[in-house]
């Protein structure tokens, strides 16, 4: 599907980039860098260490934090965190492959950051819950709900998000594009075979 309206700097701008992840002493990290008329640009995701701690009974639990800053030069413009505590089983705390995104949908010359993660601490094959947040500035937008999972041959759980108030304000083509974002990043990889 192409969206007219979408215009990507990501890939189309010489200006950004985003680095693969890396890993040092259980931390992994990401940078998006752009630079723009208010200058260089970074946003760094760090997924933090796993933590694994024993309970009386003899329990393991594990946490993890994801962390995810904006600079201008030096000065930070916004954070953004979330985590997962003391979970016994399957732990689950990533930002989504392909999902972050730098655009300016409103052609204002002032840049979108959007990404999406998910998060659980599940025993089961029920939906993990996802987020989808951005930023245009300091404004944050956000779509919250849960992956769409596979929970049957033929049969599937999950996928519905709410969008919070803050895109009632915002310019026409931000919630569109956060709800296709959705669809094609949570949704559609529900489809796909196994």
């Known amino acids: 599907m192409t969206w007219p309206w979408l215009v990507l700097l990501l890939g189309a701008d010489p200006q950004s980039s ?10 992994d990290s990401r940078e998006l860098r752009f630079t723009d008329k208010a200058g260089e640009h970074v946003v760094r995701f760090v ?39 003391k979970c016994e089983f399957d732990l689950t705390l990533d930002v989504v492959d392909g999902s972050i995104r730098l655009t ?16 659980s601490c599940r025993s089961d094959v029920s939906p993990h819950t996802a987020k989808l947040l951005m930023y245009e500035g300091t404004t944050k937008y956000a779509l919250r709900g849960e992956t769409k999972e596979r929970v049957g041959e033929n049969e599937f759980a999950g996928g519905a998000f709410t969008a919070d108030p803050a895109f009632d304000q915002a310019p026409g083509p931000f919630l569109d594009f956060a709800k296709a974002q959705w669809k094609a990043l949570i949704v559609a990889a529900a489809d796909l075979p196994r």
Not at 19 to 27: E, F, L, N, R
Not at 104 to 119: I, K, N, W
């Open 18 to 27: 985003v680095s693969a992840w890396t890993s040092s002493k259980g931390v």
């Open 47 to 85: 997924l933090g260490v796993e933590k694994k701690k024993s309970g009386p009974d003899e329990a393991v639990f594990r946490s993890r934090e994801l962390t995810v800053t904006h600079t201008v030069g030096r000065k930070e413009l916004w954070r953004a965190k979330d985590f997962v505590e």
């Open 104 to 119: 300016d949908l409103d052609a204002d010359g002032d840049p979108e950051v959007s990404f999406l993660y998910r998060l």
